[in-house]
């Protein structure tokens, strides 16, 4: 144990020395910048030669965390930018072009090689908007000048219109974001039916025999790991806490947020409409108490603005037509009148399976299901009784300018691009 | 209801500093860019700052892995030398019931039948006395023989009593049974000397 002491008392020593060796050099560094203060133009000057070194080192091989990376998230669509700035300014069109398909194929080549890594996902989804952003922002168009400072609308593209790989670009994006959902989705989707359906968290409720699904066979968890409301909850936490991470849009964090609650919702309502022990007074508020779980959560993000919540209406209301009186024309009425998210197939099926939890309860009588039926005769739209949980609504890149002075950035010499050259 | 909440990155500054692990460095960088928007969202007062901070956190970064690196090796190299140790600890105690024999010794078994008894003088000996009674045997032999066929009379005990003394000393042993023939021939001469003179 004494060696590794004084192993590492002599490590200590060397490190203190090193660390000594960089302060001096980095005092030196900082008082010749002050000597002469240069007033840079937020470009980067690279050869040729080294494009595919560019390539390699700020898209291929960037880990998705680290230093530089956590501190300034966009600093790769950044850099970027700040490249394809510099080969616009001096006019060469074919190293231009050369450097945006090399991005354009970076990118793609990072993400089919990491095609099931939530992280990398996330973070190229970031920066490629991020880029996007940036192209149109200097693009010189109008409508992307508003908010520009003096500074910045001076250092818009000079010779170039790069509008057609923007389009590529944003197209890439919408490849990635698809990306990034199914590998999300994939992941959440063994929690939706235990943790909003099976799982009981509400306490006072006489416990029937649990129904089945509670272990499955061969599957990923074991007795004492049911998923409960609260694996959903922390799982889209983990996932918000990464996009916020990596700078993501919030715009765009808001979509994601939205597609994630519509497959819950779905999920959750199609397998009520399969399973007639799920069709009960208890489910009903068991579900109930979990959408309210689920608003909490939205809230908590500030997330409410993403209408995330609209998307588990038709779950909400099958769950309050579980609740409530099923015997009189007036229940009828009111029926018809609240579950204006759910079609007749899907509320007669519902009145159907429902279940009562004890003796003293009856169940639905047929008279009353015609009742309703006669009431809904009316209406048009889906006869459908189970949802597409595959839909996805389309994602957007809406336009968001960024106040970044790019004259102000620095390359972190950890990013290992020191054959740029700030200009 | 309680949800958990996530492991902060915040508590990465709570750490003990020999704790940090590179995410922790991660972590605080992350909670710092944070704090550094909120100053200013434009970032042109922070800028330089902002960058030396970097600077500043990646030499962090550096040092927290290359301690932990080290840390990593020295455990491993401790615990091959402790295990080194036992194995030779283990090996020494029970190899004492074994001697190994010197460059000119033998390890006799007291229980073998076969075990080496006797002298290299007694067995000598031994063999000295052995090669003088066959020689006296085969005297006696040769004068039965010599009786048997009537050479030697028996009247005349007194002329068989041939000189039969004991062996001379341990010096003059015939090594070979030749020497012991050639006496023969000499005393079957003498005899027959004898009779001549009748």
Known sequence: LKLQVSELQRQKQELEVHVEEQSRELAAKQTSALAIPKDYLGMLEYKREDESRLVQNIILDLKPKGVVVNMIPGMPAYILFMCVRHADYLNDGAKLKSLMNAIISGVKKVIMDHHKDFEVLSFWLSNTYHLLNCLKQYSGEEEFMKQNTPRQSKNCLQNFDLSEHRQILSDLAIHIYHQFIAVMEKTLTPMIVPGMLVHESLQGISSMKPTGFRKRSGSIYEDSETYTISSILQQLSAFHSTMSQHGMEQGLIRQVVKQLFFLVGATTLNHIMLRKDMCSCRKGMQIRCNISYLEEWLKEKELQTSNAIDTLRPLSQAAWLLQVNKSTDGDAKEITDTCTELNPVQIVKILNSYTPIDDFEKRVSSSFVRKVQSLLQDHEGSTQLMLDTQYHFQVTFPFCPSSQALELLQVPSSLHLGFLTRI | ?198
């Open chain 2, 1 to 198: 209801m309680e949800v958990r909440e996530e492991a902060s990155p915040a508590l990465a500054f709570e750490k003990d500093a020999f704790q940090l692990t590179v995410e922790d460095v991660y972590d605080i960088s992350y909670v710092i860019g944070r704090d550094l928007l909120k100053i200013s969202s434009t970032g042109e007062e922070v800028s330089d700052l902002q960058f030396r901070i970097v600077r500043v956190l990646e030499m962090f970064e550096t040092l927290v892995n290359k301690y932990n690196l080290s840390l990593e090796e020295l455990k491993m190299e401790r615990d091959n030398l402790k295990s080194e140790l036992d194995r030779i600890i283990k090996e020494s105690s029970t190899g004492q019931g074994t001697q190994t024999a010197g460059p000119n010794q033998l390890v006799v078994d007291l229980k073998d039948p076969n075990r080496p008894r006797f002298t290299m003088q007694e067995l000598k000996e031994v063999l000295q006395e052995r090669n003088q009674l066959k020689a006296q045997l085969m005297v006696a032999q040769e004068e039965l023989q010599l009786y048997k066929s009537g050479i030697l009379p028996q009247a005349e005990p007194a002329m068989v009593e041939v000189d039969l003394e004991p062996p001379p000393s341990a010096d003059h042993i015939p090594a070979t049974t030749d020497e012991v023939k050639e006496e023969k021939t000499a005393i079957s001469k003498l005899f027959s000397f004898r009779r001549k003179r009748e």
